[in-house]
């Protein structure tokens, strides 16, 4: 493989990690961007298996779709439940936008990509998967320490992050490693969070009440000051 090939491959490559980046964290977005481009642009062309993914009807659908998922991920306890039903639609996601736009075949210019395609499909199911784990772990903890008012904002960064992140991986996939690590910096700050919140309930649940037991030593102790005290009332009396 030459310089100029070795070029081209890598720049597939990251256009790959770009959009199922994305898809991991809207499965809509990527595939809408991708399809819109396909028909409106030179910028992506679909090979003649994926050519469904650029059809008008097959648009409506993932906008309706997106549109749904605008609205389901910033209500909170309800983008819990749609978290999970992404667990399946995001990682897929990721693996068509990933095969889609030649990006395995580009990576390796040999016939090895070209003769095991699945490779391409278990990268971008992998790489959505990992993504869409952080954002589903990080969602509860914003949820908890918000008292749900950081679910429509989280999620409106999300959607913006994966649009950008579509965007440059199509047009600009050098920058897509700049991008990754804009997205890492809040998604490492989320998981600090949670590993916080979890040692903190592990440690209530272990650990006896402090404000609780003094409560009760406070009180047997005024009890026992209550009952010395009748006792002594009527031997005072009976000496005077």
Known sequence: MGNGEGGT?????LTGLGLSTAAGLNAYIP????GVLANLTDAVRLPHDYAWLGDGWVLAIIGVLLAAELVLDKV???DHVNDMIQTAVRPA????????TQAAERFDHSA??????????V??????????VMKATARPVVNVSTAGAGAPVVSTVEDAGALGMSLVAVFFPVLVVVALVVLAVPTW???????????????????????????????????AMDGESTSQGPASTAAG
């Open 189 to 223: 700050w989320a998981l600090r969070r949670v590993r916080r919140l979890r040692a903190r309930r592990a440690a209530r649940r272990t650990s006896p009440d402090p404000p609780g037991r003094l409560r009760e030593v406070t009180q047997r102790g005024k009890m």
């Open 9 to 13: 491959a890598m720049l597939a490559a």
């Open 112 to 121: 090895w990509m070209s003769g095991h395609p699945w490779v391409s499909w």
């Open 123 to 132: 990268l971008g199911i992998g790489i959505a998967l990992a993504v869409h």
């Open 93 to 100: 996601a990721g693996g068509v936008v990933f095969t889609a």
């Open 31 to 34: 595939l809408l961007v991708v």
């Open 76 to 78: 909170p306890v309800v």
